[in-house]
């Protein structure tokens, strides 16, 4: 069974519910370079707010974005990333595929509500978003995108609830079935404390890199490069309630439990967003 922070997809949902009925954004410049998607007015400010955590212009850089490129998101959430990815994309060409939590995975109906306030939300501004494609990844979903197509794959902290589901593995091989040759899968994930010993359930919500690496190695992909754009060192990893007592889910009190209003965030605020592994895997050119 999938368990998403109920907080995160509550605050996801309505917000992109607030954007149904508003009007296309007339004077938006299309952005021709990923800096100005970043820059764009259409961003909310809650968004922009995190762009000093998760870093998308470097993030974007460094796993190679092209203009006109074929892009598929898996798990895109609210879109946060979306609302970047899918104007440029849109501006120059190319094509966005997003691989939403597959239907009837999450029993909880914030799930569906978010998918479809997603879809209704980049359908009725496809003149800014483009033709966002809306597929599907879970446990027995089919192709994410046409086999062969993309040039960029994005796992964005999705990785832990994979392998909570079991489906990590899967995952991994359905990128590398819907990449082209030469094509690059991104992964950023919350990092485990090196040294220790991999929490397969990632219960915690960290992941040990050693251990992402080799699941994209055994589903063959290559490893062409690490990076410590999203690093925080100020993360000690040790919270109450694994990674989600940090910004930006805050939780204070187990998951499905009222908020405490007691708990002291203080320390936790002061920690920001989580360590982050930001890796770049490829698809060879010649694959078996």
């Given at each position: ?43 909310s ?21 092209k ?34 939590l ?17 879809r ?23 192709p ?120 002291d ?24």
């Amino acid at each position: 069974m999938i368990h998403l922070s109920r907080r995160a997809l509550l605050i996801g949902a309505t917000a992109l519910a607030s954007c149904r009925g508003r009007p296309e954004t007339p004077k938006a410049k299309p952005p021709k370079t990923v800096a100005e998607a970043v820059a764009g007015s259409w961003r909310s400010a809650a968004d922009r707010a995190r762009d000093s955590w998760r870093h998308p212009a470097e993030s974007l850089a460094f796993w190679g974005l092209k203009p006109g490129a074929t892009v598929v998101e898996f798990w895109p959430g609210s879109g946060w990333y979306t609302e970047i990815l899918a104007p440029f994309l849109a501006a120059t060409g190319g094509k966005l595929y997003a691989a939403h939590l597959q239907p009837g995975a999450s029993p909880d109906p914030a799930v569906s509500q978010m998918i479809e306030a997603y879809r209704t939300k980049y359908a009725d501004k496809s003149k800014l978003y483009g033709e966002v494609e809306v597929t599907a990844f879970g446990a027995t979903s089919g192709p994410v995108a046409p086999a062969g197509s993309a040039g960029l794959i994005l796992f964005l902290r999705n990785l832990h609830n994979w392998m909570a589901a079991g489906i990590a593995e899967k995952a991994f091989r359905d990128a590398f079935l819907a990449l082209k040759p030469g094509g690059v899968l991104g992964v950023e994930e919350h990092r485990a404390a090196p040294g220790g010993v991999p929490d397969l359930l990632a219960e915690s919500g960290y992941v040990d890199q050693a251990y992402a690496i080799r699941l994209g190695q055994e589903a063959g992909f290559q490893l062409a490069a690490t990076s410590e754009v999203n690093a925080n060192p100020k993360d000690t990893r040790d919270h109450p309630f694994g990674v989600w007592t940090l910004p930006p889910v805050r939780r204070s009190s187990p998951r499905g439990q009222p908020a405490d209003p007691a708990f002291d965030r203080a320390k936790y605020d002061a920690i920001g967003e989580s360590d982050r592994m930001t890796l770049k895997f490829v698809k060879p050119k010649q694959s078996a």
